[in-house]
Every structure is written in C-alpha cells, then in structure tokens.
C-alpha cells in the first residue's frame, strides 16, 4: 500500500502553523518594533517613581514592630484624623459624581456662547497652585466672605468646619470626573436615544434607561481618580479647615506636624494607614467597575 497523504484543508478553514512551530506566547505580536525595551523602560519607571517608595515606607513601618505600629495607628487623634480625612474626601467624591457628570452633559450636549471659557475653567484646578485655592475659597466662605457672610447669621459657618474641607476637595477634584465622563458622553449614538423616544420613552426613563448605563464604568472610573485626589489632599484644605484636633484636622496635616516634631516613626505609621485604606477603597472601586462592565457587556 503507499503512503498516506494528507487530504487539502477545506476551503475557509484557517491555516495552522506546524507543530514544531506552534508554541505559547504570553503575548501577541506586534508590527511595532521595540515591546522589550518599551515594556523594560516601564517597569523600571514604575519601580523609580513608585514601587520603591512604597517599598520603602511599608520597610520602614514593618521595622517599628507590630506592638509600636498598632501604638501609633490606634491613637485617638489619628484615628480622628483618618476619619476627617476620608469621610470628607467620599463626600467630595460623591458630589462630583453627580455635579461632574451635570457639567460634562452641558458641555457635550449643548451650545452656547462662552461655552470653551467654561470649558476652560474646568481644567483651572490642574493649574492653579493648591495653597492659592485654599485661600481664596476660605476668602469666599469665611464669615466676613463673598458667601460666607450670608450664612453668618443663621449660625452657619461653612469656613473652619468639615463642610469647608469638602468644598475645597470639591473643588480641586471635579475635573477629574468631568475629563473622565466627557468623552464617554460624546462617543454615545444618539441614534440609541431617539430610539428610545420613538418607542415612547421620556426623557428621564431615557436618561436613567439608556445614558446612564452606558456612562457607569466612566462614573467609576472619575469616582475613583476623585477620591485619589482628594484623600491625600494638603494645600487647598489646610487654610479652610481650622485644623481643630478630632473635629477638622485631616491626616495629611498631621503627618506634616509630627515631621516638624522629628516623630519619623509616627509619620511613618500615618502614610503607612493612609495607603493601605486608599489602596483598599479604591480596590473595591474598581472591582465594582469590572463588575459592572461585565455586567453591562462593555467587556470582550
């Protein structure tokens, strides 16, 4: 008998490398030279820039001990100062997630004159110094202030009390959720909407039925870079926060103070707490956004 030949693949089918050939790669190849040297020059960038550091403060904190550590993180200051510095900046966060996205639908869906001034304003924070933005808002909100002088009677103080801390992270973190929202929204097919509308949907059911949906993981997403700025906050909030211990003193400040003390270790044991809650705030944030992608079908 002869030898068997192998019968001509199907027309359609696609063609697989020979098995000596076939092999596993933890990656796709690319038309652009170059992925090693790019992929190294990453890494090490990261490590310089950020895994070093971090390296180097959970080191220094893990050298104080577990007896000295749990000393200074369950000090009642701390722990007030912790809670200031946090609850404010969820606070903050929240805010924008509801004002941000308010301001990106303006900007996207309308227009009107003077519309790149304000569109210009949004990126303001980015460029003005934070300590110049503190002063100003405690000018604005202070009892004697521009708005602050309004609530004075009414026994309202929004200057020196948690209420101004969150207005100045307000402030200095809204372009964070209206950069992140405004591309999403002007990417969205209005075709999808009017849709809606011919099958006789309101406008809110459209809004709350086939917008906000599709804007969710960039919500997410704004809530989380938000909140990043706004925990670790130190310039614009110490002018207008009073700094009272256990009422509106934020962690940031009071690593600052236990520096001027050369107290190391404490300051140590603060950014230490403060990376570990920031890490696992924003962890949960983004397993909520893959959730929620998986969820809404954003994923492949």
């Not at 009017?194 to 809004?207: D, H, I, N, P």
């Not at 950014?271 to 570990?276: C, N, Q």
Request: a positive charge; glycine letters at 8%.
């Amino acid at each position: 008998m002869g030898e068997a030949k192998a019968l001509p693949a199907p027309a359609g089918a696609p063609l697989r490398p020979p098995a000596s050939r076939t092999r596993w790669r933890w990656r796709e190849p690319s038309v652009i030279p170059g992925f090693g040297l790019t992929f190294g020059f990453a890494i090490f960038y990261l490590s310089l820039i950020v895994l070093i550091p971090l390296a180097g403060l959970g080191w220094r904190s893990a050298s104080l001990g577990w007896a000295e550590f749990w000393r200074l993180a369950t000090d009642p200051r701390l722990v007030g100062a912790l809670r200031t510095s946090f609850w404010t900046a969820g606070a903050a966060a929240a805010v924008n997630a509801v004002f941000g996205v308010l301001v990106a639908w303006v900007l996207v869906r309308y227009r009107f004159p003077g519309r790149r001034i304000v569109d210009a304003a949004v990126d303001l924070p980015f460029a003005l110094p934070t300590a110049v933005a503190g002063i100003a808002l405690t000018a604005i909100y202070a009892p004697t202030g521009w708005i602050g002088q309004y609530f004075q009677p009414y026994g309202v103080r929004i200057a020196y009390t948690p209420a101004g801390i969150v207005i100045a992270l307000v402030f200095v973190s809204l372009p964070f959720m209206v950069r992140t929202v405004q591309p999403v929204m002007e990417e969205l097919n209005r075709e999808v909407e009017e849709a809606a509308a011919t099958l006789g949907a309101s406008r809110l059911q459209t809004v709350t039925r086939v917008v906000l949906p599709a804007l969710v993981p960039a919500i997410l997403t704004g809530l989380a870079l938000s909140f990043g700025r706004a925990v670790g906050e130190y310039g614009s909030v110490i002018f207008i926060a009073g700094n009272i211990p256990y009422r509106s003193e934020i962690a940031p400040l009071l690593i600052y103070i236990r520096l001027e003390e050369f107290n190391y270790p404490a300051a140590t044991a603060i950014g230490a707490i403060m990376l570990v809650l920031a890490f696992v705030v924003l962890l949960a944030i983004n397993l909520i956004q893959a959730w929620s992608r998986r969820r809404l079908g954003h994923d492949g």
